[in-house]
């Protein structure tokens, strides 16, 4: 992928708040969606998915809604903690293919 | 619950020199992946492997290789190291079947200088 250097959007929200992040997917084919939550030096961290046949589904503290006729997803997170902080990046996938392929991250940074 | 482990966790090598990192899947996944991180930026699928076999190929470059071996861990190697290549190196792990959620590794973190 091309570099966009070091500048990710970020969302910067205070404890206890609800935090939104979205995010634009590319193929029109994709029919699998995940949400990734990746800390400083860590690997990415399964949050939750959802597949083309819903478009919403709802986790611990988290909802991801799935906008397929504009090819656009959030995650929703409730009562945010400063744990929550993170990058988070959207993945779409076709089921059967292998290539899980990430879209660009945001930065949620939680102050107490 | 076993998690994909990788190895080394850091690595430093000098331009053209080689370096293999190593993936152990969490057990009974048949498929593997390999991603590169650079700073700030999303992870890039490199190649991954499923039953032994290259099953996708990504932006990986030729002076990159990759296999799965039959106890289902993988490798990577790397030759004529660029400092381009510097970067943290992530493989994922998964069952073929369930859906296509992938479950990723502490990462290699590779750096040459």
């Known amino acids: 992928g091309e570099s966009v250097g070091l500048h990710l959007p970020t969302l910067s929200v205070q404890e206890g708040d609800n935090s939104i992040i979205n995010c634009a997917y590319s193929?029109?084919?994709?029919?699998?969606f995940i949400w990734y939550k990746q800390e400083s030096g860590k690997g990415p961290q399964f949050i939750i998915d959802i597949r083309s046949n819903m478009d919403k589904r709802q986790g611990q503290r988290v909802t991801v809604l799935l906008n397929k006729t504009v090819k656009h997803l959030s995650l929703q997170i409730a009562a945010t903690q400063p744990g929550d902080s993170a990058v988070y990046f959207c993945?779409?996938?076709?089921?059967?293919?292998?290539?899980?392929?990430f879209g660009k991250g945001t930065m949620l940074l939680v102050s107490p | 619950a076993a998690g994909v482990i990788q190895s080394p966790r850091h690595l430093i090598k000098e331009k053209r020199e080689t370096a293999t990192l190593k993936c152990y899947p969490i057990?009974?996944?048949?498929?593997v992946y390999w991603y590169q991180q650079g700073p700030g930026q999303d992870p890039q699928f490199l190649i991954s492997f499923y039953e032994k076999m290259q099953s996708d190929k990504g932006s990986i470059p030729d002076r990159f290789s990759a296999q799965q071996f039959s106890d289902y861990h993988s490798e990577l190697n790397m030759s004529s190291l660029e400092l381009g290549d510097s970067a943290l190196y992530f493989c994922a792990s998964s069952l073929a079947g369930t859906g296509g959620k992938l479950f990723f590794g502490s990462g290699t973190q590779l750096s040459v200088l």
């Open positions: 057990p009974r996944h048949d498929t």
């Open positions: 193929n029109s084919a994709s029919d699998y």
């Open positions: 993945a779409e996938n076709i089921l059967g293919y292998s290539t899980l392929t």
